[in-house]
């Protein structure tokens, strides 16, 4: 915040000095509007882009573009479709997703919550940034199929998106397809959750777990199950890749698409487990439908695979920690996340 603070009370200053000549400068990146969201308790300010500033008005532009199917080939798929709120963003129940002519794709629908934070994108990591994994899944063949000239002249054509685009990049700047997943990766950087009863609990409202799910919470954070190594800090992940031995033979090659390194084959990016409960079914491929059975998966200490981390060994977890630790991924579910107006359609 304090970065945004520090240039609008520059813009002023720029501001009030000019008023003496011209008036108000515009500012080429849009105007310094005090961009509306709210860090959860003890989340960190997500890095912002250089090239592509926040402004109250770019993230309302980039809700309205996540949710118009129009910018799909076909106008029936937008982000929206496969990133649902009430799922916690994710597409609900769909083992892989499925985009325009209801065509598969081959991988499970991650959350776009918090996203902001991720260093790399994508099971992979392939994308470097929000903007250019929007890019992808909009001109991806299985997900929007978008014909960039097609939306570019849409945009350039719709009298509102042109009146919104001027709000939020800067008077008389031209719609495009590439300024969409700008405002759009914007958006998303606001998608934050970080309200659950396990982050009540940590921060002093000690009614907020139950006996179970507290015991589920020790295990959890215990050596023994070695799962806060990876799926560690507020977002419950370490942005690293890794194999847990779901396969003896992978055919879906996770990062090793990617770097093209054998080290890497089967090793996929660590998912936040918050809202695990709302997100099922789970892995890169969907192919576990229930919170047990991934359990079971860890307990078993996975199958036998070359890259297998070594921390994931069985755990030999009786049927009561088990429903425990289940008890406590269940408290990672943040219902304000789901019932924000804000992220909803507009
Ligand atoms: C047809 C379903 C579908 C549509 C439409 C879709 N996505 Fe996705 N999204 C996915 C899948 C599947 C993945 C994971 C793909 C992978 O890892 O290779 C993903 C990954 C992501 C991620 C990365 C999350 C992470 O933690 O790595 C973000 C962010 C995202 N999508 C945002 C968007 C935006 C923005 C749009 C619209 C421009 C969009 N998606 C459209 C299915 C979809
Ligand atoms: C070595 C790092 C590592 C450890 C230890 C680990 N995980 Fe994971 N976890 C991952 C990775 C990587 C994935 C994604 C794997 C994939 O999709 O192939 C994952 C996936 C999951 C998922 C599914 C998430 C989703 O959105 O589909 C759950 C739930 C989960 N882990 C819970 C746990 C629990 C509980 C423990 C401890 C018993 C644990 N993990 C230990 C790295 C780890």
Redesign the pocket.
């Known amino acids: 915040m304090l970065n945004i603070h520090v240039k609008q009370g520059l813009t002023l200053l720029i501001c009030l000095l000019s008023v003496l000549f011209a008036g108000c400068p515009t500012v080429e990146t849009g105007p310094a509007i005090e961009p509306d969201y709210v860090l959860p308790t003890g989340f960190p300010q997500f890095p912002i882009p250089s090239d592509n500033p926040i402004n109250a008005e770019k993230i309302d532009l980039g809700r309205r573009l996540f949710y118009d199917t129009r910018l799909s080939s076909d106008n029936t798929i937008a982000c929206a479709n496969c990133h649902k709120q009430e799922f916690a963003f994710?597409d609900g129940g769909m083992q892989v997703s499925r985009g325009v002519d209801r065509e598969l794709g081959n991988r499970?629908s991650?959350?776009v919550v918090n996203s902001g934070y991720a260093p790399s994108l994508f099971?992979d990591g392939r994308a470097p940034s929000i903007e250019e994994q929007a890019f992808g899944a909009f001109t991806n063949p299985i997900e929007m199929r978008a014909d960039v000239a097609v939306i570019d002249k849409f945009l350039m054509n719709d009298s509102a998106y042109v009146a919104h685009f001027s709000r939020a990049f800067g008077t008389g700047s031209v719609p495009s397809s590439k300024m969409a997943m700008k405002a759009i990766a914007t958006f998303i950087r606001t998608v934050l959750s970080g309200n659950s009863r396990y982050d009540q609990y940590i921060h002093g409202n000690k009614s907020a777990l139950n006996p179970s799910e507290l015991r589920g919470m020790n295990?959890?954070f215990d050596y023994r199950?070695?799962?806060?190594?990876?799926?560690s800090g507020y977002n419950f992940t370490?942005n690293?890749?890794?194999?847990?031995g779901?396969f003896t033979h992978y055919y879906d090659k996770?990062r090793h698409d990617f770097t093209r390194n054998p080290v890497d084959v089967?090793?996929?990016?660590?998912?936040?487990?918050r809202n695990?409960a709302l997100?099922?079914?789970?892995?890169?491929?969907?192919h576990?439908a229930t919170?047990e059975e991934?359990?079971d998966h860890?307990?078993q200490g996975g199958k036998q695979f070359i890259n297998k981390?070594p921390?994931?060994l069985p755990?030999k977890l009786t049927q009561e920690e088990k429903n425990d630790?289940i008890a406590f991924?269940q408290s990672l579910t943040d219902e304000e996340l789901i019932h924000n107006p804000k992220f909803g359609k507009k």
Not at 279 to 286: A, C, E, I, L, R
């Open positions: 994710t499970n991650p959350t099971f295990l959890f199950t070695q799962c806060a190594t990876c799926h370490d690293e890749f890794h194999s847990t779901l996770g089967g090793k996929f990016k660590t998912p936040t487990l695990i997100t099922d079914p789970y892995m890169h491929d969907g576990l919170l991934t359990l860890y307990n981390d921390r994931i755990l630790l991924l």
